[in-house]
């Protein structure tokens, strides 16, 4: 496979891995992860303006300008043959003597790969909802930036697969979040609310795409955190991410468990979400 480093699209394998990363070191960097539907990058300027904003959040050099970024996600698309999949990209500081001070003329280090997915276990997940575990979230106060430093995000997800669950839903004292790569929405009355984008969540895309999708339908939504007891209340709850697209959730696992029922207006928007990536 081909992945990308710097500017170039080169075979995997052949990358310069360097130990004194500021990747590698302190987790000093960010990432995206774009959606590829039928060869083509989705939402590529959206997940490149949050790109930017994380890169101008952490004092972090752009390399080169939207164009180039885009040309090489298309060049690593076409070099992996992916026909629908993902691809990552990360940034980091770069290389120097390992401390903790960072320098702001430092040459930034990109690197990234394509891969291919399966959209059936996607379908399979979107037609039967998923299961979720109910927890805290431990994870630092500048969630907004799309940074390397996941643990917070992974021991969430750990342990909601350890109680058969394939998300967690995050929250702190009492306060939903977001789950640990997605963020999450009630229906109540058919009315949407989801956490507003603030500094405790990451501003999904495809939470905005989903925003503006429901406005178009009339739909009210409200960008207002809720309760543990309101999602629990809810008439229905889904998660939304670049790889789960509109995803329901059927139960609630943890301190509190709740069924749910994959609702009309979950349906509705997973269907009018299918339309935006033809
Ligand atoms: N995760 N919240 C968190 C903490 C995330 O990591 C993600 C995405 C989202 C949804 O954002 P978007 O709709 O832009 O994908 C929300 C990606 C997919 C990942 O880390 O793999």
Redesign the pocket.
């Known amino acids: 496979s081909y992945v990308l480093y710097h500017d170039q699209i080169i075979k995997s394998g052949s990358i310069p891995v360097d130990p004194e990363d500021r990747g590698y070191l302190f987790g000093d960097g960010i990432y995206e992860?774009v959606f590829v539907y039928d060869r083509k990058p989705f939402a590529f300027n959206e997940h490149f303006d949050r790109f930017e904003q994380s890169a101008k959040k952490l004092e972090l050099a752009m390399p080169y300008d939207i164009a180039t970024f885009k040309h090489l996600t298309e060049e690593l698309i076409t070099k992996n043959n992916i026909v629908n999949g993902m691809v990552y990209i990360q940034m980091t500081r770069g290389v120097a003597p390992r401390n903790h001070l960072y320098e702001r003329n430092m040459q930034s280090v990109v690197t990234g790969f394509a891969k291919s997915v399966s959209l059936d276990s996607i379908e399979k997940s979107q037609s039967n909802g998923i299961q979720t575990y109910l927890t805290e979230d431990i994870r630092w106060l500048r969630?907004d930036i799309k940074s390397l430093n996941l643990l917070g995000?992974v021991m969430a997800k750990r342990k909601a697969a350890d109680f058969d669950c394939q998300e967690a839903i995050q929250h702190r004292d009492g306060t939903v979040t977001?789950?640990?790569?997605?963020?999450v929405f009630i229906v109540k009355n058919g009315t949407l609310k989801t956490h507003p984008a603030t500094n405790l969540?990451?501003n999904?895309?495809?939470?905005q795409i989903v925003i503006n999708l429901a406005e178009k339908l009339q739909i009210p939504v409200l960008e207002e955190s809720f309760t543990v007891d309101e999602l629990t209340g809810a008439d229905e709850v889904f998660i939304?991410?670049?790889?789960m697209e509109v995803t329901p959730v059927v139960q609630l696992r943890g301190n509190k468990e709740q069924a749910y029922k994959i609702g009309p207006v979950t349906a509705e928007l997973q269907k009018q979400f299918k339309t935006q990536i033809q």
């Open positions: 992860v969630c995000n977001e789950g640990s790569s997605s963020n969540i990451l999904g895309i495809t939470r939304t991410s670049t790889t």
